[in-house]
């Protein structure tokens, strides 16, 4: 008897521990969740902000949007609009917005906020281009808006990921907008209330009991920026923090093994590159890049460095993305090769110095390379993968000086002053991943995301296509043609993308999460009621 005593005291709390058996919210209602993130927040106005993937899970649980693409599902999921209505010519686009939710400060969510939303945001020099299609936003009442298109769309929701921010919250004339009503406290529809955020960039929100969706089961949210790894996994090591939304992969090893916690990977939407600023007029040679990128071992770097926990890229788009082209393969590595096409275009080392130069002007391969300081303090990866493509460049006879900035200075010399030779970059896109402003020759301004100078005749034909084709099947068809030219074109040396990783404590129950947003489905989480029992006697 004491034995099936024992066994039935065992299995329940099992159940409890696994969270079966509470079927209703109430019961997984409660507790309090610390996170880390890599960086800080930066400005809380979604279109002012400067770090882009901690931002934008920040504002997951803030704002929303009038649609959301769904990576798994392949469709868009409507959230703020509860459906929608195209034109057979696909020119006019007619959302039906939900009448239940409110702004924060409790202020009615209507259409006036959605048109003042892409108003604001076709303000902005960033967005110009890729809005600069809808030539009119027509109010259709308090719960209705469309948007005309000077041409026609194959799904215009594509253009409505958006975040919307409160009209009320701004001045009244468009001349009067400015980022600070929002700079510093946030108003948004979401599932979590802005708190406030400390003098460390720590962030407090709590929850939104009157949010119009599923309400949340965890009653306050903590961001902390965690910039050192290792002290990222102290602290969830020692309950600082429970979840982690990545961790480096070279403490992966150790936070897996340790029983404490779950890990789960996740597409990072993000690559890494050496840009190669094309007005050099050594560098805007393809040949000069081809060879560059030959020469360096880009496998290896991502085995030595990330512990192969990536995907080497043949060009700017990932095997997540809708577009992927499967079948393109990257360059080889291929020093000798390299060399050759080096010689045969004229640039060798006549001096003996060991950097070729040009035949005809004696102009010698030596470039700089600038790295953000900030970026290998937090993932000294970097810095190591910059050395690396130093020492592979020596051995083809290309000279390499490093440059390390700090990131307001580095900033500045890529989108202002666009004073480099060669840039590493990461590039972190939302799940639209429009890669096609980095190389359209009219994003090349002070501040475009073309700020190599790239101009390829068959590239922007191929942009300009895609923007105007109504065809699904054949806008993809275009993107496999784009990354195949730019494979072979080399404008970056495109180098992987890394998986990121989450890590979180066993007493927390993730049912799913968001590989861009992250927070999406935060409103399924719970803490079990012995978890937190445990919590309240650890704090």
């Known amino acids: 008897m004491k034995r099936f005593f024992l066994a039935a005291l065992m299995l329940l709390y099992l159940f409890m521990l696994t969270g079966i058996g509470y079927g209703q919210s109430g019961d997984r209602r409660g507790g309090d969740l610390k996170y880390g993130e890599d960086e800080l927040a930066g400005s809380l106005n979604p279109y002012d902000a400067n770090a882009v993937s901690t931002s934008d899970r920040l504002f997951a649980l803030i704002y929303e949007p009038l649609v959301r693409y769904d990576v798994d599902k392949d469709d868009f999921i409507y959230v703020l609009a509860e459906t929608s209505k195209t034109s057979p010519d696909g020119k006019k686009l007619t959302f039906m917005l939900r009448t239940t939710p409110r702004w924060h400060d409790d202020k009615p969510f209507t259409a006036a906020d959605v048109k003042f939303t892409y108003e604001y945001i076709r303000s902005k020099q960033k967005y110009a281009r890729k809005y600069q299609h809808i030539t009119a936003i027509l109010e259709e009442g308090p719960s209705a808006i469309s948007f005309i298109f000077a041409a026609g769309q194959s799904d215009p929701r594509d253009f409505f990921t958006r975040w919307i921010i409160p009209k009320h919250r701004f001045g009244a004339h468009m001349e009067d907008l400015q980022p600070e009503p929002l700079k510093k406290y946030p108003i948004g529809t979401g599932p979590y209330l802005f708190g406030n955020m400390t003098i460390d960039g720590e962030i407090n929100l709590q929850l939104n009991d009157r949010y119009w969706g599923k309400t949340a089961n965890i009653l306050n949210l903590v961001m902390k920026p965690q910039p050192d790894p290792q002290s990222k996994v102290m602290a969830l090591t020692y309950d600082g923090i429970q979840l982690a939304t990545e961790i480096k992969p070279n403490y992966l090893a150790q936070v897996a ?21 094309c007005r050099n007029p050594l560098l805007s040679e393809a040949v000069v890049r081809r060879a560059m990128t030959m020469a360096l071992n880009r496998k290896s770097l991502l085995d030595n460095f990330y512990f192969g926990k990536g995907q080497e890229l043949a060009g700017p788009v990932i095997d997540s993305s809708p577009f992927y082209n499967a079948e393109l393969r990257p360059l080889p590595f291929n020093p000798e090769r390299a060399k050759a096409m080096l010689d045969s275009a004229g640039f060798r080392d006549q001096d003996g110095d060991g950097i070729r130069e040009r035949i005809t002007d004696k102009a010698k391969l030596r470039f700089g390379l600038i790295v953000p300081v900030e970026k290998e303090a937090q993932s000294t990866e970097t810095g190591q ?8 460049m020596a051995r083809i006879g290309i000279a390499i000086e490093l440059e390390h900035l700090n990131r307001d200075v580095y900033d500045k010399r890529q989108f202002v002053e666009r004073k480099f030779d060669i840039i590493w970059v990461r590039w972190e896109f939302d799940t639209g991943y429009n890669v096609r402003e980095l190389f359209d020759a009219n994003e090349d301004f002070v501040n475009g995301k073309n700020f190599i100078g790239y101009r390829n005749p068959s590239i922007q034909e191929l942009i300009n296509k895609f923007i105007h084709a109504p065809d699904p099947v054949y806008k993809r068809d275009l993107m496999m043609a784009f990354q195949e030219v730019l494979r072979d074109e080399c404008p970056y040396t495109f180098l992987y993308s890394i ?27 719970y803490f079990p009621v012995t978890s937190r029992a445990r919590t309240r006697m650890m704090d």
């Open 499 to 525: 998986n990121a990783t989450a890590a979180w404590t066993r007493r927390l129950i993730v049912t799913s999460i968001d590989p861009y947003y992250f927070f999406t489905f935060i409103p399924d989480w």
């Open 257 to 277: 093994q340790d029983k404490k916690f779950f890990t789960r990977p996740y597409s990072s939407f993000s690559f890494d590159a050496f840009a190669y600023n």
């Open 385 to 392: 993968v910059a050395n690396a493509f130093k020492e592979a």
